[in-house]
Nanobody, 124 residues
Framework: QVQLVESGGGLVQVGDSLRLSCAAS????????MGWFRQAPGKEREFVAT????????YYADSVKGRFTISRDNAKNTVYLQMNTLKPEDTAVYFC?????????????????WGQGTQVTVSS
């Protein structure tokens, strides 16, 4: 049974940083492209960042480019999202996802497995 478990969310102030983690089990982690998505209340789920199997390629949404960094540790079956200079518009539930491809994926359709999400709230 595949499980993706996010952690690290919380309530922070504008300009603060957070690091989200997503621990994967039940799959061969190193063979999956990993992604982070987010969903704010009343809005559709949107792409945040993706990283290929070896970590060699990353891709970001324009809204987070230069502030967020995705990384992975295949030995720990974990993907991370370092979020710096947080803004109120970053407030959302953040989800990690695993896709069985070697390509970076910005579409939710490219992912087979999803975590339950972790709440990030940025207060002004």
């Amino acid at each position: 049974q595949v499980q993706l478990v996010e952690s690290g969310g919380g309530l922070v102030q504008v300009g603060d940083s957070l690091r989200l983690s997503c621990a994967a089990s039940g799959l061969t982690f190193s063979t999956y492209t990993m992604g982070w998505f987010r969903q704010a209340p009343g809005k559709e789920r949107e792409f945040v960042a993706t990283i290929t199997r070896s970590g060699g390629v990353t891709y970001y949404a324009d809204s987070v480019k230069g502030r967020f960094t995705i990384s992975r540790d295949n030995a720990k079956n974990t993907v991370y999202l370092q979020m710096n200079t947080l803004k109120p518009e970053d407030t959302a539930v953040y989800f990690c996802a695993a896709g069985p491809t070697y390509l970076p994926q910005s579409s939710p359709r490219g992912y087979d497995y999803w975590g339950q999400g972790t709440q990030v709230t940025v207060s002004s």
